[in-house]
């Protein structure tokens, strides 16, 4: 499934909000730059992408973890 949001952080605290949060759900960094962090645990992915256009936009794509994608959202919205 993805998903799509706006938030005011910056694309660097975005992307450590979801370090922090995938991270206690026990799902592993595969990959990570600037504007992406992949996450991967034995029920699935999420693939985090950030761009900056006016605020920050954040693409979500995940497999297995739709309930915790929609919970991170609500967090940093």
């Known amino acids: 499934m993805k998903y799509g949001a706006t938030t005011r952080l910056s694309p660097e ?3 450590e ?6 991270g ?3 799902l592993v960094v595969e990959e990570q730059s600037p504007a992406h ?6 029920n699935g992915f999420v693939q ?4 900056t ?3 920050t936009e954040l693409e ?5 973890f739709d309930q915790q994608v ?3 959202l609500q967090r940093i919205g």
Not at 48 to 51: D, P, Y
């Open 24 to 26: 206690r759900l026990e």
């Open 13 to 15: 605290r975005a992307l």
């Open 48 to 51: 985090i992408k950030v761009e």
């Open 37 to 42: 962090v992949n996450f991967k645990g034995t």
């Open 60 to 64: 979500i794509e995940t497999k297995g």
């Open 70 to 72: 929609k919970q991170f």
């Open 17 to 22: 909000k979801a370090r922090e949060y995938f």
């Open 53 to 55: 256009v006016n605020d």
